[in-house]
């Protein structure tokens, strides 16, 4: 069935270091795809996104490349901040089933 | 612009009792749909709305009922609580062609 598999956490890195968080997804059909953000307390907040093969979503520092051949699309970041810790989701869309399907988060912890 | 907003933030309920999670949004979208946050479990579609009137199941539906009368409202009711139905709920709405906006969450402890 359709689904996401995101790179087990939690994650801590130094302010600066270079971010990878892996995202696969199996699903039929031809997904868009998403990373989600979430930061303490608050709800999910797009953080960037790609709606075909090999576009490249960015956002705030942020890449992700939709890659068929491989069925990913992980995020990454040069140099974070600490103002990045956050739980990161990754998701995908299917326009016919109408529906998000998530990964089950990555938390991430930057320290100064 | 208000977005996608849910009541109450915070819920504490004895097994057993109902109640009634609000969900509005205001962007006239047209799908709406429920999730709920369960530690390492990501986020789970219990039902969605494709549109006022019709609604449908998602991957954990039981123990919840959902009606769409208006574009704007998707309430989410729990018939009788039970504590495996502690969680952060979340509703989130879209256009035919836009990403999902979330609401900031209802945190539910059901004792």
């Known amino acids: 069935g359709d689904s996401v598999t995101q790179m087990e956490g939690p994650v801590t890195l130094s302010e600066e270091a270079f971010l990878t968080i892996n995202c696969t997804y199996t699903?039929?059909?031809?997904?868009?795809l998403f990373w989600y953000v979430q930061y303490p307390g608050e709800g999910l907040q797009l953080l960037l996104k790609?709606?075909?093969?090999?576009d490249k979503g960015s956002n705030k520092g942020f890449e992700a490349t939709y890659r068929k051949e491989t069925t990913s699309f992980h995020l990454e970041k040069g140099s974070v901040q600490v103002s990045d810790s956050a739980v990161y989701f990754c998701a995908h869309y299917l326009q016919g089933a109408q529906k998000l399907v998530f990964g089950q988060g990555t938390r991430l912890t930057i320290n100064p | 612009n208000a977005g996608v907003t849910q009541t109450p933030k915070f819920q504490v309920l004895k097994t057993g009792q109902s109640m009634t999670l609000q969900c509005a949004q205001d962007m006239n979208h047209e799908y709406m749909s429920w999730y709920r946050q369960d530690p390492g479990m990501g986020l789970r579609l219990i039902h969605y709305?494709?549109?006022?009137?019709?609604?449908d199941q998602g991957e954990v539906p039981n123990g919840y009922n959902v009606s769409r009368s208006t574009t704007e409202d998707f309430p989410l009711r729990l018939l009788s609580a039970a504590p495996s139905q502690t969680s952060v709920y979340f509703c989130a709405s879209s256009g035919q062609f836009t990403e999902a906006f979330f609401g900031q969450g209802t945190r539910l402890t059901v004792v």
């Open positions: 709305s494709v549109g006022a009137g019709i609604t």
């Open positions: 699903a039929t059909g031809y997904p868009s």
């Open positions: 790609a709606t075909k093969a090999d």
